[in-house]
Nanobody, 121 residues
Framework: EVQLQASGGGLVQSGGSLRLSCAAS????????IGWFRQAPGKQREGVSC????????YYGDSVRGRFSISRDIAKNMVYLQMNSLEPEDTAVYYC??????????????WGQGTLVTVSS
C-alpha cells in the first residue's frame, strides 16, 4: 500500500519559516518524483514543488519560487519542503504526493493526509 504522510505544519507569523516532512512507504521510493501540492479553502488545488526520482532536478510553482526549497533523502524515504518568507497567502493544507512521471509536472497519482500551514499577518 502506497503511503505518504506529511507533517510539520503549524501556525507561523508572516515572514517566518517552516519545514514540512513527508514519509513515504509501500513503493520503490527512488523510482518516482515526489512533490507537494496545497489546497486552501475556496481555492483550486495548486502544485507547489516537485523533486525528481534521483533528487537532481527540482521544480517550483511561480508563487513559491525563490522562497521554498525541496529536497529528498533516498536512504530514509523522506522528502522535505523548506518554506521561508511565508505569507498569509501560503495558508493551506499541504500534501505530499507521488508524481507519475517527471515530464508530467504536478500530475500526481497518490497522496496522503495533509498538514495544515497557517500564516498570520
Amino acid at each position: 500500500e502506497v503511503q505518504l504522510q506529511a507533517s510539520g505544519g503549524g501556525l507561523v507569523q508572516s515572514g517566518g519559516s517552516l519545514r514540512l516532512s513527508c514519509a513515504a512507504s509501500g513503493f520503490p521510493f527512488d523510482d518516482y518524483p515526489i512533490g507537494w501540492f496545497r489546497q486552501a479553502p475556496g481555492k483550486q488545488r495548486e502544485g507547489v514543488s516537485c523533486i525528481s526520482s534521483s533528487g537532481n532536478d527540482t521544480y517550483y510553482g511561480d508563487s513559491v519560487r525563490g522562497r521554498f526549497s525541496i529536497s529528498r533523502d533516498i536512504a530514509k524515504n523522506m522528502v522535505y519542503l523548506q518554506m521561508n518568507s511565508l505569507e498569509p497567502e501560503d495558508t493551506a493544507v499541504y500534501y505530499c504526493a507521488r508524481q507519475k512521471e517527471w515530464r508530467h509536472m504536478f500530475l500526481f497519482d497518490s497522496w496522503g493526509q495533509g498538514t495544515l500551514v497557517t500564516v498570520s499577518s
